[in-house]
């Protein structure tokens, strides 16, 4: 089992940074694919990154390719989702998730653990 705590979101400008950071839990850390998915308000909730156990093989959404970069520390059992030329449209809750398969997934339904979310709110 493993517990998932996000941080890093908050209230930034079009076209700013953020990085989400999301700490893990237990000791099996790094046999985890990990993700992140998002949610707006009215929305179904989305894939949006994804990383493979050694960190080798990551999967994007289209929306949001070249411009986010996931990576995962599993020394420091930490997930990271480096979020640039941020626009509205990625205001949502983002979540960080873990799938105890080997396969990068994009549906929420197929992923074991969620964290409690945190919020990112994009002004134009």
């Known amino acids: 089992q493993v517990q998932l705590v996000e941080s890093g979101g908050g209230l930034v400008q079009a076209g700013d940074s953020l990085r989400l950071s999301c700490a893990a839990s237990g000791r099996s850390f790094g046999s985890y694919t990990m993700g992140w998915f998002r949610q707006a308000p009215g929305k179904e909730r989305e894939f949006v990154a994804g990383i493979s156990w050694s960190g080798l093989t990551t999967r994007y959404a289209d929306s949001v390719k070249g411009r986010f970069t996931i990576s995962r520390d599993n020394a420091k059992n930490t997930l990271y989702l480096q979020m640039n030329s941020l626009k509205p449209e990625d205001t949502a809750i983002y979540y960080c998730?873990?799938?105890?398969?080997?396969?990068?997934?994009?549906?929420?339904?197929?992923?074991?653990?969620w964290g409690q979310g945190t919020q990112v709110t994009v002004s134009s």
């Open positions: 998730t873990a799938n105890r398969g080997t396969v990068i997934l994009d549906r929420p339904s197929r992923y074991d653990y």
